[in-house]
């Protein structure tokens, strides 16, 4: 992320009165194989999106216990899903998408790292009629919400989740929340245009303009009893957490799972998953635990 640049357009979105109207995305389920493809390029461990990708998988740790049964709503290719089982082997997942290509690649994903506790499965996550009522431990949900075509849709997917979670489960949303300005939208979408592909940009762009407001979003998150904390990049609402932690203490086994992984990462990409790390540190979410001894 270019931080002068990045600044300026968050202090703009700051300023800014207007709000930008919500354009829903052209193909609400990503079926297409060049566009499936190219989003799990940039999600794979050297792609554009893997910090992002490490930053969700750490914050998710806390809803997290060992033994749970967790379900991943809109898992696409399951690059973030394997990122969270990866650091949470004592658990068991579901991963639900709605397009069929998707499903394709995240088995191949999954075979191929050996992810032998996860499960993939075709449905709506507006009608998860397969699965019982308080079947879950703990739901999942990572920038896959701005897919659903209305507020509606976004209500029906909440009430959903919260039907399949047991009570007092574990919440880990997050997604893009929608920019005031064009300008801004169009700024983050190119930011990083020469380490992704025209069409993964393109669909970059169209995911911003189809996120839900801040407002749209706090709305659908209430219907959750106990509604989970809201935490947002500082500045303006780039990108939003909704989660629900768990009592337990995290276990010395995750930390040193996510120190190991941090230091496998790239320097660029550590200075990137710093980066988010301070963003949301600045409006009051920190990490689950320190880095480094």
Same mark, same amino acid.
């Given at each position: 992320?270019?931080?002068?640049?990045?600044?300026?357009?968050?202090?703009?979105?700051?300023?800014?009165?207007?709000?930008?109207?919500?354009?829903?995305?052209? /193909?609400?389920?990503?079926? *297409?194989?060049?566009?499936?493809?190219?989003?799990?390029?940039?999600?794979? @461990?050297? #792609?554009?999106?893997?910090?992002?990708?490490?930053?969700?998988? /750490?914050?998710?740790?806390?809803?997290?216990?060992? #033994? *749970?049964? %967790?379900?991943?709503?809109?898992?696409?290719p399951a690059n973030q899903l394997a990122e969270i089982a990866r650091l949470n082997p004592d658990a068991t997942?579901?991963?639900? *998408?709605?397009?069929?290509?998707? !499903? +394709?690649?995240?088995?191949?994903?999954?075979?191929?790292?050996?992810?032998?506790? /996860?499960?993939?499965?075709?449905?709506?996550? +507006?009608?998860?009629? *397969?699965?019982?009522?308080?079947?879950?431990?703990?739901?999942?949900?990572?920038?896959?919400?701005?897919?659903?075509?209305?507020?509606?849709?976004?209500?029906?997917? +909440?009430? @959903?989740? =919260?039907?399949?979670?047991?009570?007092?489960? #574990?919440?880990?949303?997050?997604?893009?929340?929608?920019?005031?300005?064009?300008?801004? =939208?169009?700024?983050?979408?190119?930011?990083?245009?020469?380490?992704?592909?025209?069409?993964?940009?393109?669909?970059?762009?169209?995911? !911003?303009?189809?996120?839900?407001?801040?407002? @749209?979003?706090? @709305?659908?998150? $209430?219907?959750?009893?106990?509604?989970?904390?809201?935490? =947002?990049?500082?500045?303006?609402?780039?990108?939003?957490?909704?989660?629900?932690?768990?009592?337990?203490?995290?276990?010395?086994?995750?930390?040193?799972? %996510?120190?190991?992984?941090? $230091?496998?990462?790239?320097? %660029?990409?550590?200075?990137d998953f710093q980066a988010l790390t301070q963003w949301f540190r600045g409006a009051g979410l920190g990490l689950?635990?320190?880095?480094?001894?």
């Open positions: 992320m270019s931080g002068p640049a990045m600044l300026l357009h968050m202090l703009l979105e700051r300023l800014s009165w207007q709000e930008q109207p919500r354009v829903p995305e052209p /193909v609400l389920a990503m079926d *297409d194989p060049a566009q499936v493809e190219a989003f799990w390029a940039c999600g794979r @461990e050297d #792609g554009v999106l893997a910090p992002l990708y490490f930053f969700h998988a /750490v914050q998710s740790l806390v809803a997290i216990r060992p #033994g *749970d049964r %967790v379900l991943d709503l809109a898992c696409g997942f579901v991963g639900v *998408d709605i397009a069929s290509s998707m !499903l +394709t690649l995240a088995r191949q994903n999954l075979s191929g790292q050996n992810l032998t506790h /996860v499960t993939l499965q075709q449905a709506d996550i +507006t009608d998860l009629r *397969d699965f019982e009522a308080a079947s879950f431990d703990a739901v999942t949900c990572t920038l896959s919400l701005h897919h659903l075509p209305d507020q509606a849709a976004l209500r029906q997917a +909440t009430r @959903e989740l =919260q039907r399949v979670l047991k009570p007092g489960g #574990g919440i880990y949303l997050s997604d893009f929340g929608r920019l005031k300005r064009a300008a801004t =939208q169009r700024y983050f979408a190119h930011d990083r245009a020469t380490e992704q592909t025209p069409l993964f940009t393109a669909d970059y762009l169209n995911s !911003l303009r189809a996120a839900f407001s801040l407002r @749209e979003l706090s @709305e659908a998150a $209430a219907l959750l009893t106990p509604p989970p904390h809201r935490f =947002q990049t500082s500045l303006a609402p780039f990108l939003l957490i909704f989660r629900r932690a768990r009592d337990s203490p995290l276990p010395d086994a995750a930390r040193a799972r %996510v120190r190991q992984a941090f $230091a496998r990462m790239s320097a %660029v990409q550590q200075q689950p635990l320190a880095l480094r001894d």
